[in-house]
């Protein structure tokens, strides 16, 4: 089953509406050189995500965004209706990779899967969901892995 946040599912939904392999795809978020260095000056001031002449003499042989501006620009399209969870999109840990780096004119998506469902046993009123995303270019390809335990509230039963 795959849900777009594009279109319909306005309702957050709850642990209980989950089901492993639930999809979820987001929006999207066209990234350019401004954001880039924008983003780079703030939080990581590295040559190759700073100034295009610095990039072309390294690893990446031109201008990238750093993977924690990728991970951000991830996060805005999950809470955007990417993943509509009840509650928010609430972390308790997780695993974050970048298998290849986010350039200027990149067109980023995020698709998600509930990968496990583990209600708390101590906690009735929510569970940790599993969830991977995959954060893709406009070239279908992966530029950052994200698994994360999500905690997720339950419907209240009366």
Do not use: C
């Amino acid at each position: 089953m795959t849900i777009s946040g594009e279109v319909g599912g306005d309702d957050p939904l709850y642990l209980d509406d989950l089901q492993v392999g639930q999809r979820f795809t987001s929006k999207t978020h066209v990234v350019d050189a401004a954001q880039i260095k924008a983003f780079a000056r703030q939080f990581d001031p590295q040559p190759f995500h700073l100034d295009d002449d610095a990039a072309k003499d390294s690893l990446f042989s031109g201008l990238v965004a750093s993977g924690w501006h990728t991970a951000a620009i991830t996060m805005r399209l999950l809470v955007e209706r990417g993943l509509p969870l009840a509650g928010g999109v609430v972390g308790a840990g997780g695993e974050l990779s970048w298998p290849r780096p986010t350039r200027p004119g990149d067109v980023l998506q995020v698709e998600s899967e509930v990968l496990e469902i583990i209600p708390s046993r101590s906690r009735p009123d929510r569970g940790v969901a599993r969830i991977r995303s995959l954060t893709r270019n406009q070239r279908d390809e992966v530029v950052q892995i994200l698994i994360a335990k999500l905690i997720v509230p339950r419907r209240t039963h009366q």
